[in-house]
């Protein structure tokens, strides 16, 4: 009699947790993504590819920022939407750059595989990054772009893991023209954004 009831007790329990993990895959969890980083290296072209597949070999320049959104569903059943807003690198626009990260989930710090400035000058909105938001709450990503030009590239691939690692970000080396690495770099986002919030839950 008494190891009927300990198992009646136990049952209930395991149809709640069912149904809990069948809501939290059902629900749409939304996350605020920034790119940043130097003018010229694909940040815009990076977005694009994403939310459109897209990809414009002029050179258009973003005047503070500009807003897309795409959705992403998990394996798990999960959906995802993300908010993704490219910044603006040229100086004059950065007090304008501000408003758009100081709430995102995600930063995607963005470099120039052939332009070895570009990563080095990803310590300055690091920096930007650590006076205006709580960093330690945010995930940080590394994307090294234009990775289609193989012959002007000058930044070794083993660079771009060194700094991720510094930093503890996700790295990716992505192609905004050709698409390589994009939509991977995005799902490993979302991935990450849901375990986040599992363990919130």
Known sequence: ????????????????????????????????????????????????????????????????GAYQQQNIT????????????DTSGQEKFRSMTKLYYHDAQVAILTYDVTNEQSLENLDFWLNELNDKVEVENMILCLAGNKNDETSKKTVPTSKGKVFAEE????????SAKTGAGVKELFQAIAAKEYEIMKDKD
Not at 167 to 174: D, K, P, R, V
């Open 74 to 85: 998990l394996n798990n059943g999960a959906k995802i939407k993300l908010h993704i807003w």
């Open 1 to 64: 009699m008494g190891c009927g009831s300990s198992k009646q007790n136990r049952e209930p329990k395991l149809l709640i947790k069912a149904d809990n993990q069948k809501k939290q895959e059902s629900k749409e969890i939304e996350v605020k993504i920034c790119l940043l980083g130097d003018v010229h290296v694909g940040k815009t072209s990076i977005a694009s590819r994403f939310c459109k597949n897209s990809f414009n070999d002029a050179y258009v320049n973003t005047i503070g």
């Open 167 to 174: 930093h503890n970000m996700i790295f990716y080396e992505t």
